[in-house]
Every structure is written in C-alpha cells, then in structure tokens.
C-alpha cells in the first residue's frame, strides 16, 4: 500500500498538522469566516506558537472568548476532515463555521451557568426560593 503525503482535502499541497489546522483553502474558508484574512500573520507563525498565542494570550474579534472559538475551530476542522478521509463524508465550510458557533454558544452558556451555580448566593437556595434551584 503506498502511503500518500497529499493532503486529502485540497489534493494540492503536502499534507502536515500545520496544514491541516491552519494552511489548507478549506480550512483557510473557515478562519475566515471569523475574519482571519489570508495574508494576516494568524498564518504565518510556527504551530506550537500559533496554537499557545491563540489558546493562552489572544483576545482578537471575540474577546476573550477567542480561545474557546478556537479550539472549537481546531476541533470542527479537524473533524471535518476525520470524517471525510475515514467515512468519505463532506462537510461545507458553512457548515463547518456552523457547528462552531453552535458549539462555542453551548460551552459559553455552560460556563455562564456553571459561574452561576458556584456563585456563593446559590448555595442557599433552599431558604431564598422556596427550594426550587434556579434554572440557567
């Protein structure tokens, strides 16, 4: 069996963790989508610095929700590709760029709701309302 170096999306450069994550035009679309440009520097740092700036110090367009969409990127663009080179099933950019959105939405709530029931107020609720917990 010979072992292809071809990156399986876009079947035109070497495939690499870099390019995968960062450099393929299928992954490019998504980052895109967030208003990462192509000629930015996002691009054009060595990948254990691309990953530690933007998952450690980076703020960006999202504030400091920008290592959430991140690692949601990372983890939606590396399954998108999962699916096709194991599966053989396409996912758009759009839809892509939609399911981070969805998931970065739910992990923000939770985190907002998890704030919530660790706040010291909610600890009482039994005496402050009537024994029912408050709903996020």
């Keep these: 069996m010979d072992h292809i170096d071809t990156c399986s999306l876009c079947l035109e450069e ?23 440009h192509n000629n930015s520097l996002f691009f054009q740092k060595e990948i254990i610095n691309w990953l530690h700036v933007n998952i450690c110090g980076s703020k960006h367009a999202f504030d400091t929700t920008w290592s959430i969409v ?6 939606r663009v590396w399954w998108r590709r999962n699916e096709f080179v194991f599966r053989n099933k396409w996912t758009s950019s759009e839809g892509v760029v939609g399911s981070v959105l969805a998931l970065t939405k739910d992990i923000i709530r939770s985190k907002e709701c998890h704030k919530i029931l660790s706040h010291d107020d909610y600890h009482d609720y039994s005496v402050n309302s009537g024994g029912r917990k408050p709903i996020c």
């Design 14 to 36: 070497c495939e690499s963790l870099e390019h995968a994550l960062s450099d393929c035009k299928w992954t490019k679309q998504v980052w895109m989508a967030f208003n990462i």
């Design 70 to 75: 991140f690692g949601v990127i990372l983890d």
